[in-house]
């Protein structure tokens, strides 16, 4: 294992007084501070959490697709040209 260098000891430690003194916040505090993290790590690690409606929401349209209720070809190209602009 290698050893820290100073500037990671040094943002080592100020992780550790930051959730220190998050864990002090009220549950509604904390909650916004781990939605903020999990935000931050996403940007910088390219992995995508899903919440609970978005998982919904892809598992009914999945459903969709293998009941064969799917758009057809010209609504698709319609929707994108449309989004487009």
Known sequence: MRSLCYEEKTM???LEDLIERVAALPKA?????????VEIEQRHTGVYAL??????DILAALEE?????VA???EATALFSRLKG
């Open 51 to 56: 919440d609970d409606q978005e998982r919904a």
């Open 65 to 69: 697709v293998q009941q064969g209720i």
């Open 29 to 37: 505090a904390q909650e916004e501070v781990v939605r903020s993290v």
């Open 72 to 74: 057809s070809d010209e």
């Open 12 to 14: 080592t430690k100020a």
